[in-house]
C-alpha cells in the first residue's frame, strides 16, 4: 500500500474477511466494482479455526483454513484486494464517502462499506479450552455434531441455544451432558421440557467447568459444583460451549440499529438505514448463522451496494467526492 492509496476512493470496502466478507468480495469485484477487504487477523473469520467442514454444498470435506483460501483467492481472481493485518479502529459513515482508520494508521475512503465482523462465541475462559478448540472443543453443534457419533459429549449453558443444540446432539452422541452454573435454566420451558423427557440427556447442574484435558484431543474436562465444592472428571468425546455469542459491533452503533442480542438489522437486501452501510455474516440478526448462509448473504450484501452505486454515480461528481474526502472525519472531533 503506497501514500497515495490514502486518497484512493474505493467503491466497496469490506470489513472482516470471513465467508460473508469474501464472498461478498468476489460478487463486488466481479460486478467490476474496486473492491478491498480489510481483515484483522486470519482470512476465514470463525472458520480459520474449524478442522473439519463437511457442510458445505459441493465440497464433501475440507479444513476451515483450506476453505478460508479458496475462498479468498477466488475474491482475487476477481480483482479484490485483500489486506490482512489491518484491523478497522475508527469508522466515520455519514457522509457519501465513508472513512475507515486502521490499527496501523492507514485511512480508507470508500463509497459503500460491507460490515461482515462476525460476531465470537463468548468462551468460558478456562486452561485447555484455546488448545483443544477445534480437537474437540466446539462452538457450534451443526459444524461439528456428527463427528461424535456414538460418543459422550457435554453442552454447557442453559440458555436456548445451549438446549436446543443439546437436542440436536442427541442426534449423533451417546450421551448428551447439559452442564449449567445455576440450577434454573433461562431457556424456555417447552425446550427444557423436550431435553428433560429425551432418554439420551442427562443434567449436571450448579457446576462450573474447571479445566478441560487433553493433549491432542478433549479427554476429559474438570468440573467443579458450586454448591459443594466437589470436583470430578468428566471423560468426554466432545464439548460444547453455548454461553451466549458477542456480535462485533462496536464500532458501528451509531450508525445502525442492532436487535435486544446486539445483532445488527437489516432488510432482506441486507442494507441499513444508513445509505451504503450493508451487513452480511453472523453480526447481523438471522435465524441461521453457517458459512452458507454468511456466504449468501455476502452475495446479496455486494450487488445491493452494486445498485447503490450505481444511483450514488449520478449524484456525486468527481468535485464533490474530493470535497468529502479532504473534510476532518468525524473521529478527528474526539482525539
Ligand atoms: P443466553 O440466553 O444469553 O444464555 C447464555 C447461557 O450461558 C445462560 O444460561 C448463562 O447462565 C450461561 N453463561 C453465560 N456466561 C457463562 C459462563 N461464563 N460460564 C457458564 N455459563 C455461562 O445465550 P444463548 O442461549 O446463546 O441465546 C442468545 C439469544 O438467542 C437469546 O435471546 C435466546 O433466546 C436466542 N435464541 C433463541 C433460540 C430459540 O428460540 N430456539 C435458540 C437460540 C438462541 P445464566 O443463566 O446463569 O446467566
Redesign the pocket.
Known amino acids: 500500500m503506497t501514500e497515495n492509496d490514502d486518497k484512493r476512493i474505493w467503491d466497496v470496502v469490506i470489513i472482516g474477511g470471513g465467508p460473508a466478507g469474501l464472498a461478498a468480495a468476489l460478487y463486488s469485484a466481479r460486478a467490476m466494482r474496486s473492491t478491498l477487504v480489510l481483515e484483522k487477523e486470519m482470512p476465514g473469520g470463525q472458520i480459520a479455526t474449524t478442522s473439519e467442514v463437511e457442510d458445505y454444498p459441493g465440497i464433501p470435506m475440507t479444513t476451515g483454513p483450506e476453505l478460508s483460501m479458496l475462498m479468498m483467492e477466488h475474491a482475487q481472481r476477481f480483482g479484490a484486494q485483500v489486506e490482512i493485518g489491518e484491523e478497522v479502529t475508527d469508522v466515520d459513515l455519514q457522509e457519501k464517502i465513508k472513512r475507515l482508520r486502521t490499527y496501523s494508521g492507514k485511512t480508507f475512503l470508500t463509497k459503500t462499506i460491507i460490515i461482515a465482523t462476525g460476531a465470537a462465541p ?1 468462551t ?1 475462559g478456562v486452561p485447555g479450552e484455546d488448545k483443544l478448540r477445534g480437537r474437540g472443543v466446539s462452538y457450534c453443534a451443526v459444524c461439528d455434531g456428527p463427528f461424535f457419533r456414538h460418543r459422550p459429549v457435554a453442552v ?7 438446549f ?1 443444540e443439546a437436542l440436536y446432539l442427541t442426534k449423533y452422541a451417546s450421551e448428551v451432558i447439559l452442564i ?3 440450577d434454573e ?2 431457556a ?1 420451558r417447552v ?1 427444557v421440557d423436550r431435553a428433560r423427557a429425551n432418554p439420551k440427556m442427562r443434567f449436571i447442574l450448579d457446576t ?1 467447568v474447571e479445566k478441560i484435558n487433553g493433549d491432542d484431543s478433549l479427554e476429559s474436562a474438570t468440573l467443579r459444583n458450586l454448591k459443594t465444592g466437589e470436583t470430578q472428571d468428566l471423560p468426554l468425546g466432545g464439548l460444547f460451549v ?4 458477542i456480535p462485533n459491533t462496536s464500532l458501528f452503533r451509531t450508525y445502525v440499529t442492532e436487535d435486544e ?1 446486539g445483532y445488527i438489522q437489516v432488510d432482506e437486501a441486507m442494507a441499513t438505514e444508513c445509505p451504503g452501510v450493508f451487513v452480511a455474516g453472523d453480526v447481523r440478526k438471522s435465524p441461521l448463522k453457517q458459512i452458507v448462509t454468511a456466504a449468501a448473504d455476502g452475495s446479496i450484501a455486494a450487488l445491493t451496494a452494486d445498485k447503490y452505486l450505481d444511483n450514488l454515480a449520478e449524484e456525486l461528481t468527481p468535485e464533490e467526492a474530493l470535497a468529502y474526502a479532504d473534510s476532518p472525519a468525524s473521529w478527528e472531533d474526539s482525539y
Open positions: 463468548r468460558l454447557i449453558g442453559g440458555g436456548d441455544a445451549a436446543d449449567h452454573r445455576r435454566f433461562r424456555q425446550l462450573v453455548y454461553i451466549g455469542n442480542n
